[in-house]
């Protein structure tokens, strides 16, 4: 009794959490919203599409990576591959912004690989007699495995670069226009880093959009380390552009313009577990992951995946909507251009965008307790917050609604979408 009595003593007695301050400046619109990195999305000709196209078109696809994952070294970039990926992508909401993705690996040696520089060619012929607009090709997917995981050790960075100018000469023959991108590296750090710093060392002269993909976990550790990963997006993007611009470390190409893209990414890259991926925290991770590439200066980057693959996708096989939907549909009423958004704590995220009197305020709270947030941004008034847990997508409950106000409380790993109307 004592001890229960010395307990309440303690939270009676306990001073109360301050408020979590966030300041949002409306009248500093600043880069448009870009639509290639907050909706994009890998696809495979292996989703339902035409089954769950009702969810699906709820988040509208700014941007598609073809075919998702690995299986373009499975398969040729061919004839049926690409009249299929032209039929599904007429029940996809949203005009996306393609990048397609040669076959660069060998996969089984009993069924020979469509995978030379001609192959390259042949491709882009049959994307464009499809009617299929591709601005970005990219040359194979995460080569940095196909000497361990694969288990062919004669892949080097080395190698990869003369297969990577060798499509690429046959892509630009092809097609003038058409950017190259690679070397879509893995996120088997640290040797998925090293990889794209030899590529960039040896092939700065012919790319003309980075590639890597970001995937911090593998469905294991803490919630809160899995969160505060998402910092990761970050680093390397810092590290690769001091990277780009080092003479030393680029001495054919530092001086040439280039784009960056995260061509996968998600908190796990462990398709067979549902933690990190199916849940809450992989929703959180995800959507503060792309607003922060998309602030970063990120041209395009693809969320892993689209639909159902395995415990990947924002809906699941059945189409039941996993939480990464809510999530993503709640990033999709953000409109116009980002302007200033700081919180005043590093675990409550925050970014806004102004699309004329309007201002949109998004607050993702990573704790595992509620936190008070208020909000200042001059000459707004708040007309509507709608929000989502995990047991709101668990219970495929609608999203929830809390009363307009400049302070709330945000639930415990939760996302807020804030409406604010702006006055003169």
């Keep these: 009794m004592k001890a229960i009595l010395l307990t ?4 009676a007695t306990a001073p109360a959490r301050a408020e979590v301050r966030v300041t949002v400046e409306p009248a500093a619109v600043g880069a448009p919203l870009p639509r290639a990195v907050l909706r994009g999305f890998n696809f495979g000709n292996w989703m339902a599409v035409a089954d769950h196209e009702a969810a699906l078109a709820e988040v509208p696809a700014g941007a598609l990576r073809f075919p998702g994952g690995n299986i373009g070294d499975e398969q040729n970039m061919d004839e049926a591959t690409l009249d299929t990926f032209a039929s599904l992508l007429k029940l996809v909401r949203g005009q996306p912004e393609l990048l397609i993705h040669t076959r660069v690996f060998e996969g089984r040696v009993d069924r020979p690989a469509a995978n030379q520089p001609e192959d390259a060619a042949h491709a882009v012929r049959i994307a464009r007699e499809r009617g299929l607009v591709v601005p970005y090709w990219e040359i194979g997917n995460e080569p940095d495995l196909y000497a361990t995981v694969r288990g062919d050790p004669r892949w080097t960075a080395e190698r990869y670069c ?5 499509q690429a000469a046959a892509i630009r023959k092809e097609d003038p226009k058409a950017k190259l991108a690679g070397p879509a590296t893995s996120a088997a750090e640290p040797n998925a880093t090293v990889f794209l710093k030899e590529f960039v060392k040896r092939c700065g002269d012919v790319v003309d959009l980075l590639t890597w993909h970001v995937y911090p976990t593998g469905g294991d550790g803490s919630e809160a380390d899995a969160l505060a990963s998402v910092k990761m997006v970050d680093d390397l993007l ?12 680029n001495p054919l190409g530092h001086a040439r313009p280039v784009q960056f893209g995260v061509t996968e990414y998600g908190l796990s890259w462990r398709t067979d577990r549902p933690r990190f991926l199916a849940d809450q925290e992989n929703a959180l991770w995800s959507v503060e992951a792309a607003l922060r590439m998309a602030r970063g200066g990120v041209a395009v980057a693809h969320y892993f995946a689209y639909q159902g693959t395995g415990y990947h996708g924002l809906i699941d096989a059945g189409g039941v909507p996993r939480p990464s ?8 009423d953000l409109s116009g251009a980002f302007v200033p958004a700081r919180s005043d704590d ?10 004329g009197d309007r201002l949109g305020v998004i607050l993702i709270n990573s704790k595992d307790r509620p936190e008070s947030v208020r909000l200042d941004a001059p000459r707004t008034r708040v007309t509507r917050i709608r929000w989502f847990d995990g047991r709101i997508a668990d219970d495929e409950q609608p999203v929830a609604e809390l009363p307009p106000a400049a302070t709330l409380t945000l639930p415990a790993r939760s996302m807020a979408f804030l409406s604010l109307d702006v006055t003169p």
């Design 8 to 11: 309440l003593a303690l939270v």
């Design 162 to 166: 003369a297969v990577f100018r060798d």
């Design 238 to 249: 810092k590290d690769y552009r001091a990277t780009w611009r080092d003479p030393k470390a």
């Design 325 to 332: 939907h809510y999530a993503f549909r709640l990033l999709g």
């Design 346 to 355: 590093t675990a409550v995220w925050a970014h806004a965008a102004r699309d």
